[in-house]
């Protein structure tokens, strides 16, 4: 018993010791599908600092432009979250089914931030609403950040 609780200590401590090992990176060293995605949606902007994030079993990237806009990208390279504190988010980075649905109903909001992961897409606009959408576009959670 004494040895099983000891190996669960051991397997635990390598756990935390592995887990949130951030490290500093360069541009070039970010996936190709990462510095397309950079190049093609914000050629103008100038890049602050990028990290890759080492956890157990999966690795991420952050990269945050001086202005304050921020990007995260999966280990593949493909993002999962665009914040744009100084500017809106790129249309061509929203789907064409999000960008409808708010020219639709707030046709005056900007979109400043999107996230997505394997279940759903996550907008926040200029007018405080956050909304959340399933993969096919239906809206399914929706908060406004005054309340």
Not at 77 to 105: F, H, L, Q, R, S
Not at 108 to 119: F, G
Request: with cysteine; hydrophobic share 40%; aromatic share 14%.
């Amino acid at each position: 018993m004494k040895k099983l609780i000891f190996l669960f200590v051991c397997v635990f401590s390598i756990q935390v010791a592995l887990a949130d090992n951030d490290k500093p990176i360069s541009f070039n060293q970010l996936p190709q599908a990462a510095q397309k995605f950079v190049k093609q949606h914000f050629p103008k902007a100038k890049v602050a600092f990028v990290k890759m994030d080492t956890e157990l079993f999966d690795k991420s990237y952050d990269l945050m432009f001086n202005n304050g806009d921020k990007l995260e990208f999966d280990k593949n390279g493909a993002w999962t979250e665009v914040n744009c504190k100084a500017t809106a988010v790129p249309d061509k980075v929203i789907p064409e089914a999000i960008k409808k649905y708010v020219k639709t109903n707030y046709p005056e909001a900007k979109v400043l931030s999107i996230e997505r992961d394997r279940y759903d897409y996550e907008i926040k606009l200029s007018n405080f609403w956050e909304i959340k959408f399933d993969l096919n576009f239906n809206v399914i959670d929706m908060d406004n950040d005054r309340d």
